[in-house]
C-alpha cells in the first residue's frame, strides 16, 4: 500500500510523528510531503494517486487550504490530524470526510493501528501481495 | 379534474361509467378494443385508465404494465364482468390500483376515485421534491438507478435511519452525502465512521469521545464522533464491521441519543441522524450471530438498496461523460471526446468494482491520452479490452472484418465491401486521431465522401 504523508510542522509533532515513523514504513511504502504548494501540484496533475493519505495539518489555515483538494481526497483514504478540538475546526476537518481523525498531541500509536487495518484488508484484498501481513503485525 | 379513459368491450356500460364521470366534474373518454385503448391512452395524459379484463382483441390484465409505462404513468383499475380471486391478485402484482367488479362500479366509483387522484396529487408533489433534490455526484437515468434517487428523496426530507447496502464501488458513501446535504441537518457536520479501518480497541472511544486518563495515553479528554455529530448525520461506512460488543453499546445510543465516554459515568446527549452503508448482507450475519437482529431492524427506517453498475448499463455513458468533464476541469484541458467503439469496451465489462473502477478506467484512459483529444480504445486498461475482445469472441463475431472467406462460404460482394468499409474507418480514424483533413489525405477520399461513411456505419469524429 502507498501512503502519502503530509506534514510541514517542524516542532515537537515532527518528532512524534519520527519515532513512529518505522511502524508506518514496516506497513506500506511511504510518500513524504513537507510543502504545501507540492502538495497541491501532486493534486492538480494527472496520474495515480496513493491509497491513502495522512495530513497532518499546521494550523487552522492549512487545514482551509486542504478544503481545495476535496474532491480529489474523495477518492482516497484519509487520515486527518487536525491541530485542535475546537469546534470550527473540527466541523472543517469533517468537511473532508475524512476516514479517521486524530489531533496534534496524539501520540500517533492510533494511526498506526488504523494504518495496520487497512493495509491487512488491502493485503486480504489482493491475494500474493503479502496476505500474511495482519498476522505478522 | 382528471382525465380518465374507459376501456370496455360494452359500449353501453362505458357510456354510463362516461356519464357518471362526467357528473362528477372528470373528463371521460372511451375505447372498446384493447388496441384502440392503447392507442388512445399513449396519445393522451390520463390519470386513471378503467380497463375491462375481457376484451375483443386480448386480456386486459396483460396490457397494464404496458399501460403503466405510458409517460403519464396512468393508474389502472381492473373492472371485471365477475370477481377472479386470481385474475385480482394478478392485477395487483401488474402494479393495476384495484380489482373492482362491474356491478359495483357505480357505487365504488367515487370514492375510488378521489383516493386515485389524492394519491396522484401526493406523488406529483414528491417528484417536485425529488427535482429540487441536489445530485451532485449522483449520475444516472436508469430505472434501477432513479428508483434508487426516489427513495434518496425520502431519506433527505424524514428524519428515518438510513440503511444503505450494495456492492463495493457503488456509491453508497456519494448518496449518504446526498442524503446530508438535502436534509435539513446540512449545516451540521456530516461525520464519516469507517468501521472497518478502526481497530477493536479505539472503536469505543473513537465514536464516544473519553476523558482525560481514561487510559493510557488519554492526556485529554476526545469529544467522539457521536457528539461531533450533533445535529448532524453519523454516517456508520461498513457497519457489518463493527464488533459484535460495540453493536449492543449502539443500539442503546441509537434508541437513546445517549451515551457516556469511555472513563465517564456522565451522560452526554447527541441529536444524529444515523446513516449506515454495507456490502454485506446484514440479514444472513444476523442468522449466523454476526450482526444483533434488534440493530438490523433499527437501522432499515429506509433501506435503500443500490444497483450493480452491470444492471444499470445505460448509465455508462452518463457516467463517462461525467467522468471525463470533470477530469477536463480539474485538469484544465479540453473535454476529450470518444469514439462509438470506446463506449461498446465499457459496456461489454461486467465492472466488479463498479461506478468507482468506472471511474478510474476512465482516469486511466484520460491520462493515457494526455495530448489526444480523442479517446481510443486503446487508452483503456488492457483488463478492459480483453474483456471486449473475449466477450465477441464468445458471441461469435468475427473478430475483425474479413474479406476473404478463403475455404469457407464467400460473402456477397455487398457484405464483403460493407465490412471492409467498417474496417477501414475504424482504422482510419484511429491513425488520423479523428482529423477529418488528416483523414482524407491519408484515404484520398473527399471529405463528403468520408463523412458519408462516416455517417453510414455510425461512426463521429467528434461524438460517439
Known amino acids: 500500500m502507498d501512503i502519502l504523508l503530509y506534514n510541514s510542522d517542524h516542532g515537537e509533532l515532527e518528532t512524534r510523528l519520527k519515532q513512529n515513523m518505522p511502524s508506518i514504513e514496516a506497513l506500506c511504502s511511504v510518500e513524504k510531503c513537507r510543502e504545501l504548494s507540492w502538495l497541491m501540484r501532486c493534486f492538480r496533475e494527472p496520474g495515480s494517486l496513493p491509497e491513502a493519505i495522512v495530513l497532518v495539518a499546521r494550523d487552522r489555515e492549512e487545514l482551509q487550504a486542504f478544503t481545495n483538494l476535496a474532491s480529489r481526497l474523495e477518492q482516497l483514504f484519509v487520515i486527518l490530524v487536525l491541530p485542535d478540538a475546537g469546534e470550527e475546526t473540527i466541523a472543517l476537518g469533517h468537511s473532508l470526510c475524512p476516514r479517521f481523525i486524530t489531533y496534534h498531541d496524539s501520540d500517533f500509536q492510533d494511526v498506526v493501528a488504523v494504518l495496520t487495518r487497512i493495509a491487512a484488508r488491502k493485503s486480504r484484498e489482493q491475494p500474493g501481495s503479502g496476505g500474511e501481513l495482519e498476522e505478522r503485525l | 379534474m382528471a382525465s380518465i379513459l374507459i376501456i370496455d368491450k360494452d359500449h353501453r356500460f362505458a357510456e354510463s361509467v362516461c356519464d357518471t364521470l362526467a357528473a362528477m366534474g372528470q373528463v371521460p373518454s372511451s375505447a372498446h378494443t384493447l388496441r384502440q385503448g392503447i392507442a388512445r391512452a399513449g396519445q393522451g395524459d390520463y390519470d386513471l385508465i378503467l380497463l375491462d379484463v375481457c376484451l375483443p382483441d386480448g386480456n386486459g390484465l396483460e396490457a397494464i404494465e404496458q399501460l403503466r409505462g405510458l409517460d403519464s404513468e396512468p393508474q389502472i383499475i381492473i373492472i371485471a364482468d365477475q370477481g377472479d380471486p386470481d385474475g385480482a391478485e394478478s392485477a395487483l402484482h401488474s402494479g393495476a390500483w384495484c380489482y373492482l367488479e362491474k ?14 387522484l389524492q394519491y396522484r396529487q401526493t406523488l406529483r408533489s414528491q417528484r417536485a421534491t425529488m427535482k429540487a433534490v441536489e445530485r451532485e455526484q449522483l449520475v444516472g437515468e436508469s430505472p434501477a438507478f432513479l428508483q434508487s434517487l426516489e427513495l434518496l428523496g425520502k ?6 435511519n438510513v440503511l444503505l447496502s450494495g456492492e463495493s464501488g457503488t456509491g453508497k458513501e456519494a448518496f449518504a452525502r446526498a442524503v446530508h446535504a438535502n436534509s435539513r441537518r446540512k449545516q451540521a457536520n456530516f461525520v464519516v465512521v469507517d468501521c472497518a479501518a478502526l481497530p477493536e480497541q479505539l472503536v469505543e472511544s473513537v465514536l464516544f469521545g473519553h476523558v482525560r486518563g481514561a487510559f493510557t495515553g488519554a492526556d485529554r479528554a476526545n469529544r467522539g464522533l457521536v457528539r461531533h455529530a450533533d445535529r448532524g448525520t453519523l454516517f456508520l461506512d461498513e457497519i457489518g464491521e463493527l464488533p459484535l460488543a460495540m453493536q449492543k453499546s449502539f443500539l442503546r445510543v441509537l434508541q437513546e441519543r445517549c451515551f457516556c465516554p469511555v472513563g465517564s459515568y456522565e451522560e452526554q446527549a447527541s441529536d444524529f441522524r444515523l446513516i449506515a452503508a454495507t456490502n454485506c448482507d446484514l440479514a444472513a450475519m444476523t442468522e449466523q450471530g454476526l450482526f444483533r437482529e434488534d440493530l438490523f431492524h433499527r437501522l432499515r ?18 457516467l463517462s461523460d461525467y467522468f471525463l468533464e470533470r477530469l477536463s476541469r480539474r485538469y484544465g484541458q479540453e473535454k476529450k471526446e470518444y469514439l462509438t467503439d470506446f463506449i461498446e469496451h465499457l459496456s461489454a465489462y461486467p465492472w466488479p468494482g463498479n461506478v468507482r473502477e468506472l471511474s478510474h478506467a476512465i482516469e486511466s484512459s484520460f491520462v493515457e491520452a494526455v495530448h489526444s483529444p480523442l479517446l481510443f480504445t486503446q487508452h483503456l486498461p488492457l483488463y478492459i479490452r480483453t474483456a471486449y475482445a473475449r466477450s465477441r469472441v464468445e458471441q461469435g463475431s468475427p473478430p475483425c472484418p474479413q474479406v476473404d472467406a478463403g475455404e469457407g462460404e464467400l460473402p456477397a460482394w455487398r457484405d464483403a465491401r460493407s465490412r471492409f468499409e467498417e474496417g477501414y474507418l475504424h482504422r482510419l480514424l484511429a491513425q488520423t486521431q479523428g482529423n477529418i483533413s488528416e483523414a482524407g489525405r491519408v484515404s484520398g477520399l473527399s471529405r463528403t465522401r468520408l463523412y458519408q461513411l462516416l455517417k453510414k456505419y455510425q461512426l463521429s469524429l467528434s461524438t460517439p
Open chain 2, 103 to 116: 356491478q359495483a362500479i357505480l357505487e365504488e366509483l367515487s370514492l375510488t376515485l378521489s383516493r386515485v
Open chain 2, 155 to 160: 431519506a433527505a426530507f424524514s428524519d428515518a
Open chain 2, 301 to 318: 427506517g429506509i433501506h435503500i438498496q443500490l444497483p450493480p453498475l452491470r444492471e444499470r448499463n445505460q448509465d455508462i455513458r452518463l
